[in-house]
């Protein structure tokens, strides 16, 4: 009863994700060209390769779990005594459900990084950012079921009509995204940072009907953040990202306490373990008497830890679900990998930009 109720649940779901939301991660900070296109090349090494994966509901779906990954790479190229450009492109896919619903997106990305006053270690950068690509999304028909093809008795039969005219069921679209980042760095222990990105300007259309179009909603991304010292060895580093996109929010945030074992000018051997929290709206589509409504509920609390060995970066976290939904579940909800490589070169200018 509890799997067939999840089912349920995940089918729903997967239905709103067709009309357009956007995949997502619960390490935000080590995704950051999915975050956000201006924090390309934001960083204190040249180049940057980052790599994430994401697996939900496994302990139900088994091999249909919902599966996400991403791998990107950027680099920093300095221009005139203080600004920046950065340059990176970005790959990622997500598969959910058994009907193999599929996302592949191929894109580049490019900033420019201007300060706005400062000295030699203390500066406030403005940066523009924005994005460009192709996506490919695909679907099984083959392993669609309608309510049309059961047949009254509880079994399902799929050689009755569907009822849909589904006549695409592979296409590509453009895609394109900006955003703006601010952020300032007080010293080499303690800064802040504010960022909003703009995704879909173009508002593609990403309908499997010939005869209809559904357009892709745009995305509306805020996030903050930054590392605050309470020693040498000790800071704290928190953060919060909100995601506005049609009918979906979502508001992750949280802090980890980052121990400093051994550093130097461009390296740091560091451990991180902290906790989140993700609310999400519970959205109530209209009928034609009723009227659409929405309530912030928490969604799930999320367990981090995150080790960096010299230019090495991994990081671990949990997502035990606390929704309703907990009762198919039983808190099961998802795990996530990153991986960060970084490669360090002579910096001469004192600027350190914040930790992502």
Known sequence: MKKNLLLAALTLLMG???????????????????????????????????????????????????????ASYDRKIPVG????????????????????????????????????????????????GAD???????????????????????GFDGSLPSGESLAR?????????????????????????????????????????????????????????GEFAISENLGVVPGIVAFKQGPSFLLNLGSSLRFTLAQDNFTSNTFQVGAWLRLVNNYLGGSENTTASSSLGADAVIISTRFEYQNFGIGFSYDWNVSDLNVASNGNGAFEFSLIYTLCGNENRGVYCPSF
């Open 16 to 70: 709103v994700s067709v009309m357009g939301q956007d995949i997502h991660f619960s390490q935000f900070y080590m995704s950051p060209l999915n975050l956000n296109p201006a924090l390309t090349g934001v960083m204190n090494c040249n180049d940057r390769f980052v790599a994430n994966y994401r697996n939900q509901w496994a302990s139900i779906l088994k091999s249909n779990a919902f599966t996400t990954y991403s």
């Open 81 to 128: 005594q203080y600004d920046y450009f950065g340059v990176g492109g970005t790959l990622w896919g997500d598969v959910a459900g058994e009907a193999d619903f599929q996302t592949l997106q191929a894109r580049l990305s490019g900033s420019y990084s201007r300060r706005m006053g400062g000295d030699r270690d203390l500066a406030h950068y403005l940066v523009f």
């Open 132 to 154: 460009a690509g192709i996506t490919q999304r695909s679907i099984d028909f083959l392993k669609l079921r309608f309510g049309t093809q059961h047949d009254g008795a509880g």
């Open 169 to 225: 069921d592979n296409f590509i679209f453009a895609d394109v995204s900006a955003g703006l980042l601010w952020f300032t760095v007080l010293n080499k222990y303690n800064s802040f940072f504010a960022g909003v990105a703009y995704h879909h300007l173009n508002s593609p259309d990403v309908s499997f009907k010939q005869d209809s179009i559904v357009s892709l909603y745009s995305k509306l991304t805020l996030h903050a953040g």
